[in-house]
């Protein structure tokens, strides 16, 4: 059993339905549901009653569920004991991400592994394959990257949906959702290829049997975002990037669309080596990385 099973379970506790949690937590639905199930099987008992409008707690899961808070609670103050007194710094940590990814999702989880926990963090954005070379070499001590990771263990950490992120007032603003084949014709800024999301962007077109009209690419999801809300005109981004309601484009009224048919999307994952020792502060900061995805990442 490990944290992430708790957090899953109170997630849909929480919604009372698979799909609003997987949602909320970023994973797909398959994700989800499988690791319930994981979990059932290790105590040995179903924990929802399933049903078409919904799921509920069976008796065994209303017991369960105390103890799964009390749990999760308890390891964010044993992370945060972590950071008390005036003990030196551990040793540094190597982590790696996807660029983009890394960008919006590692300065919150280095600052609270800092003012938390006295980490020491060292930062490098690398491809997904060189990522997994780093990790299974020792030369990076876990890494933010993409499954599969045959060599590593990799814990899928959510689903990196890619948005249509869109001006006020844009006729496709005023839905949640938009088909890819919504975007026939439609004036875009993306990332630039050979990025793994222009790849994403890329194949969602193919398959959706349309082109869009490229008006700007650009090396990061950063600078995508950026010059989008300079010239005023969509863009294609990360979903996750965009759910902070303090991000700059929010307060002009620009919101995120959500594609489907196909949906376009990429698992991110923790990569760690396996049955290796680990340096002391790996384990916290993989705590305040998951807190993070659970804050960061849900929807308004």
């Known amino acids: 059993m490990e944290l992430r099973h708790l957090r899953y379970f109170l997630a849909v506790a929480d919604a009372a339905h698979f799909t609003r949690a997987a949602q909320k937590l ?7 549901s499988q690791q319930i199930k994981q979990l059932e099987d290790e105590l040995g008992t179903p924990l929802f009653h399933r049903g078409a409008g919904g799921v509920q707690l069976t008796v065994a899961g209303e017991r369960f569920r105390p103890y799964a808070e009390r749990v999760l609670q ?38 609270r592994a800092i003012s938390k926990s006295n980490l020491q963090v060292q930062v490098e954005t690398l491809s997904a394959l060189e990522l997994q070379w780093a990790v299974a070499r020792e030369e990076l001590d876990l890494a933010i990257g993409t499954p599969p990771a045959p060599a590593l ?33 439609v004036g ?65 009224g620009w919101r995120a669309v959500a594609l489907t048919n196909p949906r ?19 384990r916290p900061f993989v705590a305040h990385l998951i807190a993070v995805v659970g804050e960061l990442l849900k929807p308004e």
């Open 26 to 32: 970023y994973v797909s639905q398959p994700t989800l």
């Open 153 to 185: 263990n990799a814990e899928p950490l959510f689903d990196e949906d890619l948005a249509l992120w869109l001006p006020p007032s844009h006729r496709l603003g005023h839905h949640a959702r938009a088909r890819v084949a919504d975007l026939e014709g």
């Open 74 to 111: 308890e390891m964010d103050e044993a992370v945060a004991a972590l950071g008390q007194g005036d003990s030196a710094p551990m040793e540094p940590i190597k982590v790696g991400a996807l660029e983009g990814t890394g960008d919006y999702l590692l300065p919150p989880v280095v600052a």
């Open 188 to 252: 875009i800024l993306c990332p630039a290829p050979p990025s793994a999301l222009r790849t994403i962007l890329d194949d969602a077109l193919s398959r959706a049997g349309i082109s869009v009209r490229v008006l700007g690419e650009f090396p990061s999801p950063e600078s995508v975002f950026r010059a989008a809300v300079a010239a005023n005109v969509p863009a294609i981004l990360p979903a996750p990037m965009l759910q902070d309601s303090l991000h700059p484009g929010v307060a002009l």
């Open 264 to 282: 376009p999307h990429r698992t991110i994952a923790l990569l760690r080596r396996k049955g290796r020792d680990e340096k002391a502060g790996v």
